[in-house]
């Protein structure tokens, strides 16, 4: 059987078979105008991370826009940009395990790659492989700077790193790692800035620290959607790795905006048809959690306030319908995933739309790349 495509190029909208992954062309180029304009002229430099779309056809673009490369979150990730032609990753990760390391030597070997470190074991095994392979590697320390999962204490422990990894060529010491997760989606903005205002101290006495002993700590990189307008004007981080712009997700909708907060508009959709109204206040589509993730709560509908994604099971999605909501068998709907990059996660193609058409397909090249 030939391979069933959810759309064609020059299709209709109304003709994609659901469920389907819709990149709305127009508000993604927007959202990506609207950050390479929030950076631009701020001494900060832009690595988006790919994990949120895995796709080299959007790193691309970012990259044409003034981003410096991009981050990855895993080695297998980072191998699908290589291939790509992306020439400069950071992986946000800590590598741990003779196999991966193997593979990260490989692509240290055809692109300027970094990784992260939060342990001196960790610094042993890679400057141990790097001598080996005779290959440069940039090497990051990663700190707690408030989200608490991986990362050094700030201070000390950094210091410590920062000693080692300086004397174990031909690893190079790049600089800190100071992402503060858990900050990105604190519904109000002032408790976004101050969780910032925090991490950037901290960042500040770490690098301070370091810089103590004599050893330049060139780059403090981090930040992510919700927060990354108060690294950049922190004084401190002078590398950010916001994901989830080029998408927004429900989960970043609920944020309330502030002041200088850029409005990011809604660019993904999962397009879902009603393939069952068995009540009067139900109706059910053919999304669930395999077509939208729900880690981060239920989707919405797009522009239909009267309808209301109540529950997911694998493949059907719940709505509640409103009295007098109109909503016919065979309709199609557009829903905002609750969390983009899982969502992503789950699709072989992005179907890109404008004007009511198809406009191009383009593969989520690394899904499913979790090595
Ligand atoms: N940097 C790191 C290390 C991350 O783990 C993430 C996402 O979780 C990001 C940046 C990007 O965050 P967001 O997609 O929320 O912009
Ligand atoms: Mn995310």
């Known amino acids: 059987m030939a391979p ?47 994990k949120s779309h895995k796709c080299p056809e959007i790193a691309l673009r970012q990259i044409a826009l003034g981003a410096v490369g991009i981050c ?36 240290a070997a055809k692109a300027a790659i970094g990784v992260l470190v939060d342990h001196p074991s960790q610094v042993h095994e890679l400057a141990r492989a790097a001598l080996q392979a005779d290959t440069p590697l940039d090497v990051y320390i990663e700190v707690d700077v408030g989200a608490h999962r991986c990362g050094v204490r700030p201070g ?47 960042s500040l006495m770490t690098k301070q620290d370091i810089e103590a002993r004599g050893i330049a700590v060139d780059i403090v990189t981090g930040a992510g959607t919700g927060s990354f307008i108060h690294e950049r004007d922190s004084g401190v ?22 002041e200088g907060d850029v409005a990011f508009e809604h ?10 109204g068995p009540a009067a206040e139900r109706a059910v589509v053919d999304a669930g959690l395999k077509a939208s993730s729900v880690d981060s709560g239920m989707p919405t509908v797009w522009q239909r306030p ?10 059907h999605g719940v709505l509640k319908t409103d009295a007098g909501a109109a909503l016919a068998l065979g309709e199609k709907l557009m829903l905002v995933p609750g969390h983009c990059d ?30």
């Not at 659901?18 to 390479?36: G, H, K, Q, V, Y």
């Open 72 to 107: 990855c979150q895993k080695v297998s990730e980072a191998a699908v940009f290589v291939d790509a032609g992306v020439r400069d990753i950071l992986i946000t990760n800590e590598i741990v395990g003779a196999a991966k390391i193997r593979h990260l030597m490989e692509l």
């Open 237 to 258: 981080y002078n590398e950010l790795q916001p994901g989830s712009y080029v998408f927004m997700d429900r989960d970043y909708g609920d944020n309330q905006r502030g």
């Open 267 to 276: 660019a993904l959709f999962v397009l879902t048809t009603v393939m069952s």
């Open 306 to 315: 009267d309808l209301h994604y109540l529950k997911a099971s694998d493949k």
């Open 156 to 202: 000390e422990d950094a210091v410590h790193l920062a000693d080692l990894i300086s004397a174990s060529p031909p690893l190079r010491f790049a600089g800190l790692h100071c992402y503060h997760g858990s900050a990105q989606h604190l519904r109000q903005p002032q408790d976004r800035a101050a969780a910032i205002a925090g991490a950037a101290a901290l």
């Open 342 to 371: 899982p969502t992503v996660n789950l699709y072989d193609t992005l179907i890109c739309v404008r004007d009511g058409k198809v406009e191009a397909l383009w593969p989520v090249a690394a899904r499913g790349a979790v090595l």
């Open 4 to 50: 069933w495509n959810a759309a064609t190029p020059g299709d209709a909208i109304a003709d994609i078979d659901t469920p389907a992954l819709i990149l709305d062309l127009d508000a993604f180029e927007r959202n990506l105008e609207r950050m390479a304009q929030a950076v631009k002229g701020r001494n900060v430099r832009l690595r988006p991370h790919a």
